[in-house]
């Protein structure tokens, strides 16, 4: 979850895509804490996983992979659609299980 409020406070300080584009240590940052969720995506079991249909998981948790060896072919304007657009629902699946799994 904490990756999550990263990139969305990141995205509440960027604005706009081309502050975004034009700042380096933004693009770092952010894409660091792509790759961390990416990866703590992949300790989540199929049980877990299962429950939140809406996120495509595979290619979560293969986004780490693939940054990890091509950055330099990053489309920042996908990175940025997945700090805008994907982050913010994955954040409310994963509190959504977390409350599910907690009143078990």
């Known amino acids: 979850m904490k990756h999550c409020n990263y990139i969305i406070t990141d995205v509440a300080s960027m604005g706009?895509?081309?502050?975004?584009?034009?700042?380096?240590v933004y693009k770092r940052?952010?894409?660091?804490?792509?790759?961390?969720?990416?990866?703590?995506?992949?300790?989540l079991s199929d049980a877990a996983t299962n429950r939140s249909k809406e996120i495509n998981w595979k290619g979560l948790k293969g986004f780490r992979t693939f940054v990890a060896h091509e950055y330099e072919a990053l489309d920042w304007?996908?990175?940025?659609?997945?700090?805008?657009?994907?982050?913010?629902?994955?954040k409310?699946?994963?509190?959504?299980?977390?409350?599910?799994?907690?009143?078990?």
Do not use: G
């Open 29 to 43: 940052a952010s894409s660091q804490s792509l790759q961390q969720i990416s990866e703590l995506a992949k300790s």
């Open 92 to 104: 409310q699946s994963c509190t959504r299980l977390i409350e599910e799994l907690s009143f078990k």
């Open 77 to 90: 304007s996908i990175v940025w659609d997945l700090m805008t657009l994907k982050i913010p629902l994955l």
């Open 16 to 24: 706009t895509y081309e502050t975004f584009e034009n700042n380096h």
